[in-house]
């Protein structure tokens, strides 16, 4: 069988989280066209329906459910309506996150704990309640996204909250693969750099800023959420057996400099 055959993703059952638009509905576009089925998971339920129905039209079974993922008892839900609906969990994208631009010294303590709670408990109790069922199994494969502002602090925003989320998701992508190395469960992340979603093109904060991003960009531009599909179909699948405890940094070299 050829590589791009060996890629494909039929049969296999996913997640992802913060699924109902941007970067999420990517991913979960394009595994379904690889031949996942997909759950849909979001705060925005509506939304979330909205995007799994169009999923569905790719031929595959989808569902949307209702989390927060910072809430535990939301996180316990969606696993099992997963697992009645599909009967078991072969891939894991733990992907919902938040942006909040706010200089360190005005930052409220809840704001701070605001961003850490979704961005990194979020990614957290998700990895941690896909890796419970796929350690029964003996396989499976969480994808986690990070940032590339998990690796730099990137001028001119103040991201603090943001930046250290982003950097221990990265820290705790690579403690998990390192623990589930030997069981069959892998764990990798995606370090976007800016990409064109509701995060940064309808944030009041961020929005302003993409003229400045673009002239600093070696490429020039920002990314789509398209440009991060094929990464997630690898990682997703059987190909990538290998691949354990990577961060793959997808930002048009931003971060090089
Ligand atoms: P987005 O705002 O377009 O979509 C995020 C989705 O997550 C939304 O549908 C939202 O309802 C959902 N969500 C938010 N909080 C949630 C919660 N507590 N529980 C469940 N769902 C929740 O954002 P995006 O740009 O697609 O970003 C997706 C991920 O990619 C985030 O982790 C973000 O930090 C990361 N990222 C984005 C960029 C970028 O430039 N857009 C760059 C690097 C990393």
Known sequence: MGIIERMRL?????????????????????????????AIIDLDIEEAKKTADEIAKLGVKTIAIKADVTKEEDVDNMIKVILDTFGKLDVAFCNAGICLNIPAEEMTYDQWKKVIDINLNGVFLSSQAAAKVMLKQGKGSIINTASMSGHIVNVPQPQCSYNASKAGVIMLTKSMAVEFAKKGVRVNSISPGYIGTELTLESPTLKPLIEQWNAMSPVGRMGRPDELQAIAVYL????????????????GAFSCF
């Open 236 to 251: 997703a699948g059987d190909t990538s057996d290998f691949t354990t405890g990577s961060d793959f940094i997808i930002d």
């Open 10 to 38: 039929d049969g296999k059952t996913a997640f992802v989280t913060g699924g109902a638009r941007g970067i999420g509905k990517s991913i979960a576009t394009a595994i379904a066209e690889a031949g996942s089925n997909v």
